[in-house]
């Protein structure tokens, strides 16, 4: 039972707590009914059974018992009545046959992605509250100081709370306007399900899952050439996640996995929507991206992946949105295209600038082209130095074995 209640919370509690947020009005009195919610849970199911709809049941438990919280603390403060009353609400007592309410999830993100929330905020803010990252992780992805992200995602709600800011979709009109920061949040959340920043596991499925069915919303709501651009770009990328684990749930690369496992339905899919976003005339970036991933996705083998035109897209792409990230991709494509001596090039030159000195991909891309061209010892050290940074379980194993191969190689004369 007790796997069963983590399951459950790994898979919904995020609906569960956007819901909360849209009925309760308010993200800590939310994440506390959340917590009662569950603490609820793994209380009386042992004994009565898991509920037949258990996302109905979470959301019912914790609004009461947000709702027994602030009667209690009505007693003491009269302010809190018109809270109590507000929940009682027609919309929010038909709670008994609810379903999940499919945009609850959108709905959070629009008010993340709200024009008076600083865009470093609404990131973070998202990340915590759609993906369930600790402040800890976040501020590891972004390379920043925990308290200064602790700091942006406080005043992100406190913003929301005194300026009113509605959890809502907002209206056709103003969609456009929050565009591009909704679809760098659906995309952030991927980027965490397909490469968790930390933890045991490659890939959280979870939150693939719910970035692609994201995406495919907001393209009913708005079919913009990005927004096809960024689904196909998902689809395509999670087409090969289940190749890349292994049983014993280590990291499989690119090059050594078995493409009979790769989703064929899905590239399928991302194709067609990647040839529509191309006729569109204006490329966006997610559209660049989801090319490369197509190259992957057509070559038959990895020896016969076209590099040199996966070179030519991250040229386009690093024209189009400069960024150390970008360049050290378009750095491992041009080292498969030319030979691991010009990556290593590449690569020095962007560490060098102390961008990406805490990035341990860079120092790993690094310590492969040094692997690559036979310099044993500064490979060594320069996947120590990755291990170093990383946190995921699977990652950091490979980085071990390779570290292991190579003490066991003799030096080349």
Known sequence: MESLIEEIYRTQSRRVLATLIRLLGDFDRAEEALHDAFAAAARTWPADGIPG??????????????????????????????????????????????????????????????????????????????????????????????PTVAQRIVRAKNRIRTENIPYEVPGREALPERLDQVLHVIYLVFNEGYSASSGEAVVRADLTAEAIRLARLLLALLPHPDVRGLLSLMLLQDSRRTARSNEQGLLVLLADQDRSLWDHEKIAEGSALLAEAMRAGEIGTYTLQAAIAAEHARAPAADETDWRRIAFYYDL??????????????????????????????????????????FHLAHSARADFLRRLGRRQEAIAAYGTALSLCRQEPEQAFLRKRISELAATPERQ
């Open 317 to 358: 792409l690093l024209a189009a949105q400069p960024s150390p990230i970008v360049e050290l991709n378009r750095a491992v494509a041009i080292a498969m295209a030319e030979g691991p001596a010009k990556g290593l090039d590449l690569v020095d030159a962007i560490l060098e600038r102390q961008e990406l000195k805490a």
């Open 53 to 146: 709809n258990p996302f109905a049941w979470l959301v019912s438990t914790g609004r009461f018992k947000a709702i027994d919280t602030i009667r209690r603390r009505a007693r003491f403060d009269a302010s809190q009545h018109h809270i109590e009353d507000s929940l009682y609400t027609p919309d929010a007592t038909e709670i008994g046959d609810m379903e999940p309410i499919e945009d609850d999830m959108l709905r959070l993100i629009f008010t993340c992605c709200h024009p008076a929330i600083p865009s470093d905020a609404q990131t973070a803010m998202a990340l915590r509250e759609i993906c369930g990252l600790t402040t800890e992780e976040i501020a590891h992805a972004f390379l920043s100081p925990a």
